[in-house]
């Protein structure tokens, strides 16, 4: 870096401590122009092209049938993110970001970030969400809407990162036989908690939408005789047992305290005494502490269900509520944002 370069850095980081630049203008115009490149990136077929290969600008305009300078524009914007990087005139994609934007590779999520175009949509109603206290039903779309397929298709692309180190932290009872997965879409965490246990089947209960691409997800592993998906309501829907275990995996937010202690409720009654429950989702922090990315994360949770991040009291006195035992806090590597609670039956 030129000597230039380093003093404008310090400079800018000088005017930012002293809050002598106004950091929110950065925010408005920086953020969301970095999001949507990376979104843009994705949808136009850039990254997949760069994983082939690096090439000019004007060649990937070629390629993707894109114009030279919007291509050129937003390459260099990704490589000021370092998603991409330039020698020349030619890009290529970063060693880092090759993991997460390449078709083939088992950590691909460039589903997830698919989807994300529906929360473009879905933040434009933010004020009229904060006046009225009403947000989005985001699991209200009929059931063949292609909404489900990117949804799941992505919640299963970010669920395979952490699903193996989830099945081996989980205590199940010795040789567990039933599973349940309430709201579990994909099913890959049963999937992988069935692949651990040998003896054990899992049923996924999940809405229609969500439970037909689980069935394809879990088809195409082969494991269709171990985890079945079943249509229903977490609400409503009878939840059969005894169980041995039962995961409620980011489904908490989604809903009120009452609707948590309800919910918990029924997932207790439906456990064999002894059977583990295991909540994975993500908390707040307590309120004497600075809020965290967290709170921005609840106010997404907010605009799509008019629910909310909660904290591990929260969850701590629910369970109770629900007659399990004090629950055991895993800390998972692969989602450091999230934590899984584990409880018993007595």
Not at 68 to 82: C, E, F, K, N
Request: glycine share 8%.
């Amino acid at each position: 870096m030129r000597p230039s370069m380093r003093a404008d850095n310090l400079l800018e980081r000088a005017a930012i401590r002293f809050n002598l630049a106004p950091l929110a203008a950065a925010e408005v115009l920086y953020m969301p122009t970095a999001a949507r490149a990376v979104m843009a990136g994705v949808r136009l077929g850039v990254f997949k092209r760069l994983v082939q290969g690096s090439g000019t600008a004007d060649e990937l305009a070629s390629a993707l049938e894109l114009s030279p300078a919007g291509t050129r524009l937003l390459l260099d914007s990704l490589a000021a993110i370092g998603h991409v990087e330039r020698d020349g005139a030619r890009y290529s994609i970063s060693r880092r970001a090759r993991p997460w934007f390449d078709p083939s590779s088992d950590t691909y999520i460039g589903t997830y970030i698919e989807h994300a175009f529906d929360y473009w949509e879905w933040w434009d109603n933010m004020e009229q969400v904060v006046r009225s206290g009403k947000g989005f039903e985001i699991h209200d779309m009929p059931a063949d809407d292609p909404h489900w397929r990117v949804y799941i298709r992505g919640q299963f692309e970010l669920a395979r990162l952490s699903a193996p180190e989830v099945a081996r932290a989980l205590r199940l009872p010795r040789e567990p036989s039933s599973l349940l997965d309430v709201a579990g879409g994909h099913g890959w965490f049963s999937a992988q908690l069935c692949q651990r246990h040998q003896t054990l089947k899992a049923t996924v209960l999940d809405l229609p939408g969500s439970a037909a691409i689980g069935r394809e997800i879990i088809a195409e592993a082969g494991l269709s005789e171990r985890v079945r998906h079943v249509e229903g309501d977490l609400a409503s829907s009878d939840f059969g047992g005894p169980h041995d275990g039962a995961l409620c995996f980011n489904i908490v937010h989604h809903l009120t305290p009452e609707q948590n202690v309800a919910l918990l409720c029924r997932l207790h009654d439906s456990l064999a005494p002894g059977g583990t429950l295991a909540v994975l989702d993500l908390f707040t922090p307590p309120p004497q502490k600075r809020p965290d990315s967290a709170a921005l994360v609840g106010l997404f949770f907010y605009l799509t269900s008019t629910a909310a991040t909660y904290g591990p009291e929260d969850l701590f006195g629910w369970l109770e509520q629900a007659g399990f035992e004090p629950p055991r806090k895993v800390r998972i590597r692969r989602i450091p944002v999230q934590t899984l609670y584990e409880a018993r039956r007595p």
